[in-house]
């Protein structure tokens, strides 16, 4: 098993790799299940707040799970260390501080929470095993150009989704009820500033890592959140005469 692992990991990022543009064309098909679109869709529902602890969850657990463990050899390592702090951090904000922040929210259908679980499962063991049990790095890669860039790459997006995330939260003053148009921040210039900033994120987390697993994520992220992006950009503008039409959909003055 300890043999063959390293190669089951390779192929689950792979996989990966394939599931973000076929997720890409199935959103593209069907639209997106969360949030405002939700109530199009049937079936049971949890609250936005329960759903979103419980779909993040397995990629909090995952990586606590591999730190705990005696047989955790490269997090002997630095480099290893802070690269799986770095998945660790963005899942403890999702998971412990995002959802109880949440004003309101749709309820979200079972169906859509149980297949984020899913796949927060299968990517949390594919990054926490791998940081923790077989990336190997030079003792210098700390002070790399690859490191360095795609740490500050991951920080920046940080910031940005986390700030991008207060600004949709406080569109709206106590008892007012409806959409607005956000302004501010990122905003001014994208559609879909909070899904910029995550996928910086997890580009800049895939150079830091320099590994096929933390690519592989980053496209995934990449193909699913695009999807969401465009579909927010033109619900703006049906619902919104005024809406900024200088706007780009995901990325600053190129798309």
Not at 13 to 39: D, I, Q
Not at 107 to 135: E, I, K
Not at 159 to 172: E, F, G
Not at 227 to 236: D, G, L, M, S, V
Request: glycine share 6%; hydrophobic share 45%.
């Amino acid at each position: 098993m300890e043999q063959a692992e390293p190669r089951v990991l390779d192929a689950l990022a792979y996989l990966e790799c394939f599931l973000g543009p076929l997720c890409f064309v199935l959103l593209k098909l069907l639209g997106s299940p969360y949030g405002r679109y939700a109530p199009q869709w049937p079936g049971l529902r949890v609250s936005a707040r329960v759903a979103w602890v419980v779909q993040e969850l397995p990629s909090l657990a995952w990586p606590l799970y591999e730190c705990g463990r005696a047989a955790a050899e490269r997090l002997h390592h630095w480099p290893s260390r802070i690269l799986l702090a770095m998945f660790l951090v963005h899942y403890m904000q999702r998971t412990l501080i995002f959802p109880f922040l949440i004003r309101g929210g749709k309820p979200t259908p079972v169906y859509a929470c149980a297949m984020a679980f899913v796949f927060c499962a299968y990517n949390g063991y594919l990054q926490s095993r791998y940081l923790s049990q077989y990336a190997v790095y030079p003792d210098d890669w700390l002070t790399d150009p690859r490191f360095l860039s795609g740490f500050a790459l991951w920080f920046l997006g940080l910031l940005i989704n986390i700030h991008s995330d207060h600004i949709l939260r406080n569109l709206r003053r106590p008892g007012e009820t409806g959409y607005k148009i956000p302004r501010g921040g990122l905003f001014e210039f994208v559609t879909a500033a909070n899904y910029f900033g995550e996928i910086t994120e997890w580009c800049g987390f895939a150079l830091a890592s320099w590994s096929l697993q933390g690519s592989a994520f980053a496209m995934f992220t990449f193909c699913v959140l695009l999807t969401r992006a465009e579909q927010h950009h033109q619900w703006y503008l049906e619902k919104f005469e005024d809406y900024p039409k200088f706007r780009k959909i995901l990325i600053p003055f190129l798309f």
